[in-house]
């Protein structure tokens, strides 16, 4: 039988001979705390490092955040993707400026309140800042902790999202609650990680209900299995004398306010004789004649949560500039560089 105090000295132990020298790692800044956790959310820290030091050094606190135009902030997010956490951190922002007086909150019920914010990050930022015994449950505790203790409960259930939580706080020690918070979500990044565990050098080897019986791949357990979708787009680079074209997303589709060239979306991979076909073509480009058409990029493919996207990009150069481009933002192509865009727009423009 494992008992708690011994479990959270080992993590806290471990933790002190193994953490990562981190640029948000030792603050108590609960602004940069956030920033940090939200860009940790789906990146990986190597990446994110420099994402950090860039943000933080251009909205270094909370009114400069608050006071920005979103576009920037988008722009500066660009790359990681998410980017509906970008927009959720601005709007933030202007919460704790118009309901806080510009003062980070410190109760964890507030902090939960903000956008954007859920419990596993409400938890994180008064642990970390001021040290309160709320416990961290993400996909690294939900592995270390169900392979511990040989928990069955699927952990994409409210039911498994309670239990795990409530376990992690009977694990942890309220006096080292932002140490312990720390170390755990250390442990499963670096010890108890998906694939190949280097279980034979783990401190709880001999206690882990997983690694004894052979079941480390079974666990954590989950319930459901999201559908990925494919989707195909075929991107039009449109070219009239010195300017370019440029749409922004809008809705509640991906990339909500990013921009990228015009667009023709297909069910199915389209030949560009066979989009040329299509009704979409022929309003995009009404005169086809007064253009010369170049495929630059065939297949491109692009994966993001729960969607598969193969992209296309076509170089368009005009003669004349037909009216069906009025829908669309006409920019200097000199100036692509102003507006924020999303990775398969990145990876054109840098090829």
């Given at each position: 039988m494992l008992d708690n105090s011994f479990i959270s000295s080992q993590l806290i132990d471990w933790f002190e001979s193994h953490k990562r020298d981190l640029p948000w790692r030792g603050i108590n800044d609960p602004y940069k705390i956030w920033i940090s956790e939200i860009i940790l959310q789906q990146t990986r820290v190597n990446q994110g490092w420099d994402y950090y030091t860039r943000f933080i050094e251009r909205f270094p606190d909370v009114k400069t955040l608050a006071d920005a135009e979103e576009v920037e902030v988008l722009k500066y997010w660009q790359g990681l993707g998410y980017y509906s956490r970008a927009r959720n951190l601005h709007a933030a922002a202007r919460m704790i400026m118009e309901q806080f007086d510009g003062k980070f909150p410190e109760d964890y019920d507030s902090v939960l309140k903000l956008k954007g914010i859920g419990e596993y990050t409400a938890a994180a930022i008064v642990s970390f800042a001021w040290?309160?015994?709320?416990?961290?449950?993400?996909?690294?505790?939900?592995?270390f902790i169900s392979r511990l203790l040989g928990i069955n409960e699927p952990i994409d259930t409210g039911v498994g999202k309670k239990l795990f939580t409530q376990i992690v706080g009977k694990l942890?020690?309220?006096k080292h609650a932002g140490a312990f918070n720390?170390?755990?979500?250390?442990f499963g990044a670096l010890q108890c990680v998906p694939a190949s565990p280097e279980c034979n050098i783990c401190p709880f080897a001999e206690k882990c209900y997983a690694y004894n019986s052979n079941q480390v791949i079974n666990f954590p357990v989950k319930q459901n299995k999201v559908k990925t979708k494919t989707r195909y787009f075929h991107y039009f680079h449109i070219r009239f004398q010195d300017y370019t074209y440029l749409n922004k997303r809008t809705g509640r589709d991906i990339w909500q306010n990013l921009y990228e060239f015009p667009c023709i979306e297909s069910e199915e991979p389209l030949s560009f004789e066979q989009l040329q076909q299509t009704e979409e073509f022929k309003k995009l480009f009404p005169e086809p004649n007064h253009g010369k058409y170049k495929l630059v990029v065939s297949g491109k493919k692009h994966v993001l949560t729960h969607r598969i996207l193969y992209a296309n990009f076509y170089e368009v150069i005009l003669n004349k500039e037909p009216d069906s481009l009025?829908?669309?933002?006409?920019?200097?192509s000199k100036d692509l560089d102003i507006y924020p865009i999303h990775r398969l727009m990145q990876f054109y423009l840098e090829r």
């Amino acid at each position: 039988m494992l008992d708690n105090s011994f479990i959270s000295s080992q993590l806290i132990d471990w933790f002190e001979s193994h953490k990562r020298d981190l640029p948000w790692r030792g603050i108590n800044d609960p602004y940069k705390i956030w920033i940090s956790e939200i860009i940790l959310q789906q990146t990986r820290v190597n990446q994110g490092w420099d994402y950090y030091t860039r943000f933080i050094e251009r909205f270094p606190d909370v009114k400069t955040l608050a006071d920005a135009e979103e576009v920037e902030v988008l722009k500066y997010w660009q790359g990681l993707g998410y980017y509906s956490r970008a927009r959720n951190l601005h709007a933030a922002a202007r919460m704790i400026m118009e309901q806080f007086d510009g003062k980070f909150p410190e109760d964890y019920d507030s902090v939960l309140k903000l956008k954007g914010i859920g419990e596993y990050t409400a938890a994180a930022i008064v642990s970390f800042a001021w040290n309160k015994p709320y416990p961290v449950v993400d996909g690294n505790v939900f592995r270390f902790i169900s392979r511990l203790l040989g928990i069955n409960e699927p952990i994409d259930t409210g039911v498994g999202k309670k239990l795990f939580t409530q376990i992690v706080g009977k694990l942890m020690n309220p006096k080292h609650a932002g140490a312990f918070n720390q170390a755990i979500m250390e442990f499963g990044a670096l010890q108890c990680v998906p694939a190949s565990p280097e279980c034979n050098i783990c401190p709880f080897a001999e206690k882990c209900y997983a690694y004894n019986s052979n079941q480390v791949i079974n666990f954590p357990v989950k319930q459901n299995k999201v559908k990925t979708k494919t989707r195909y787009f075929h991107y039009f680079h449109i070219r009239f004398q010195d300017y370019t074209y440029l749409n922004k997303r809008t809705g509640r589709d991906i990339w909500q306010n990013l921009y990228e060239f015009p667009c023709i979306e297909s069910e199915e991979p389209l030949s560009f004789e066979q989009l040329q076909q299509t009704e979409e073509f022929k309003k995009l480009f009404p005169e086809p004649n007064h253009g010369k058409y170049k495929l630059v990029v065939s297949g491109k493919k692009h994966v993001l949560t729960h969607r598969i996207l193969y992209a296309n990009f076509y170089e368009v150069i005009l003669n004349k500039e037909p009216d069906s481009l009025s829908a669309f933002m006409k920019i200097l192509s000199k100036d692509l560089d102003i507006y924020p865009i999303h990775r398969l727009m990145q990876f054109y423009l840098e090829r």
